[in-house]
């Protein structure tokens, strides 16, 4: 079992782990739960987008 | 001064009359079966799902699955790992994961380990937290 994914597919299955873990245990109705781990799923995908751009200009 | 007019959680109208700590005990050792031994089971499904995936997705990855505590980072690792429960019990019965990291994804996978057990732990402590009436 030999699984790689590219940086970006590995950030988006991490959110999406978290952002369900959060949605659940941080909030306490199902709508809240669904907003939560939605905001962040795309705070963490978002954070990574920025700082990899941020990196690269850096890097320049 | 301000007062505050919060009462800490007495646990009424909770059904919280076996044993206190069960529920976390239960959500350590699999992933949502905290939750699921309250009958919430769909939050304990998506946890199972998310944390079991996400720990699947790290050994596949061929992450680093500490065993001993030789720095401060590999202890902080271990205990990372450790909150897994038996996935990680297993996993090291069943020589699953790498000794060493080669390969970047293998990082990748070293850190889906971790946080997998981190949030194990999350979600243990709020089955707790559900049992003793603490949250709805």
Known sequence: MNYSPSHFTAVLEFA???GVVFGITQRDTPKRM??????AFGLFTSAAIVLSW????LAK | MATSTSKPATGSGTKSSG????????????PGAGHFVQRKWIRGTLL?????T????????QGKLYTSAQSILDML???GDLGSGLFYLVSRQLSLGADTVQVTTADYG??????????NIIAAVDAHNLYTGRKK
């Not at chain 1, 941020?54 to 200009?57: D, G, K, Q, V």
């Not at chain 2, 199972?48 to 079991?52: E, M, T, W």
């Open chain 1, 34 to 39: 669904f907003r939560y781990g939605a905001a």
């Open chain 2, 110 to 119: 070293t850190r889906f380990l971790v946080f997998a057990g981190l949030l």
């Open chain 2, 54 to 61: 996400m720990f699947v997705l790290g050994i596949a990855m």
């Open chain 2, 19 to 30: 044993f206190l700590y069960g529920p976390l005990l239960a959500g350590w050792l699999v």
């Open chain 1, 54 to 57: 941020l990196m690269f200009f």
């Open chain 2, 77 to 79: 690792g271990l205990a």
């Open chain 1, 16 to 18: 999406l782990c978290v």
């Open chain 2, 48 to 52: 199972l799902l998310a944390i079991g």
